[in-house]
Each structure stands twice: as structure tokens, then as C-alpha cells.
């Protein structure tokens, strides 16, 4: 018996799942906080932030203030932030298979693979779920997270 081996998995890159760990983050300590405070709640480093919190100010969705006063906020409000329309913004290529990017595709049945329109509706549900959702649908067990950041 043989086993098959994919090489793409549908997962969010880890870009992602931080941007959406560091929003999570900011959104329940509604008040200043940093790249550290963030990095320290989910133990991990603060170089893998620094990129995550440029990019998530220059989508608009939080606001950083440099200097000794400065720090973190949410410039939106969480029931406004989209989660399907997030991950579209922060997965610049969310192809499940090669042949997704014509660009990238090597296989010689595309052009006849119905396999490709299966996997392309799935996506579409994937994401059509996502879109349903807003940052603050995440946020509704607030005791918890905050007990489990440990935000006071």
C-alpha cells in the first residue's frame, strides 16, 4: 500500500496566524502595548513581529506610536475587521495546488483536471465561512484570553 504525499496543505503561513495572534492580542489590551508585550504572550520572538506590526499598520489596522510613550493600539473596531477579507489581505498567494497560478503550473493534465475546479469550489467555501466572521466574533470569550495572555 502506497501513501500519497501533498505537497500543499491548505494552512495559513505563519505570517498569518501571528497577524492574527497579534490582533487578538491588541484588541483585548485596549490599552498601549508592544512588540515585546505581544511576543511574550505567545512566547514568541520579537523579530518575527516586527514585520507582522509594519504590515498590519500599513493595512490601517492598528496604530504605533514610536518613543517612550509610544506603543500599540487597534484603529479599528474588532466588529469591523473581516476575517475573510483579513487573509486575503495578509496571503498573497493562497493557491491549495500549483496549477491554481498558471504561472507555477507544470502539469500536463490542467487544462482537462476537474480536480482543480473541486479544489477551487472548497477554497471558495473556505473562505465564504471566513467572510461570515470579524475579529470580534473571536473575542467573545474575553475572560479566557485575557487569563490565558495574561492581561490584566
Known amino acids: 500500500m502506497s501513501t500519497i504525499c501533498l505537497e500543499h496543505r491548505m494552512q495559513l503561513t505563519q505570517f498569518t496566524d501571528f497577524s492574527l ?6 484588541a483585548m489590551k485596549k490599552t498601549k502595548c508592544t512588540i515585546s508585550d505581544i511576543a511574550n504572550a505567545y512566547n514568541i520572538s520579537d523579530n518575527h513581529l ?20 509610544g506603543g500599540i493600539t487597534l484603529a479599528a473596531n474588532p466588529a469591523k475587521i473581516n ?22 503550473s507544470n502539469c ?21 465561512v471566513l467572510n461570515q466572521y470579524t475579529l470580534a466574533d ?3 470569550n474575553q475572560s479566557d484570553l485575557r487569563r490565558l495572555l495574561h492581561i490584566v
Open 21 to 26: 495572534r497579534a490582533l487578538i492580542y491588541i
Open 50 to 69: 516586527i514585520k507582522i506590526i509594519h504590515n498590519l499598520s500599513k493595512l490601517e489596522l492598528i496604530n504605533t506610536t514610536r518613543g517612550k510613550n
Open 83 to 104: 476575517l475573510g477579507i483579513l487573509i486575503q489581505q495578509l496571503e498573497s498567494h493562497f493557491d491549495l495546488v500549483p496549477c491554481f497560478n498558471a504561472e507555477k
Open 108 to 128: 500536463c493534465i490542467a487544462p482537462a483536471c476537474k480536480l482543480k475546479h473541486i479544489l477551487q469550489e472548497a477554497q471558495k467555501s473556505f473562505m465564504n
Open 138 to 140: 473571536v473575542l467573545q
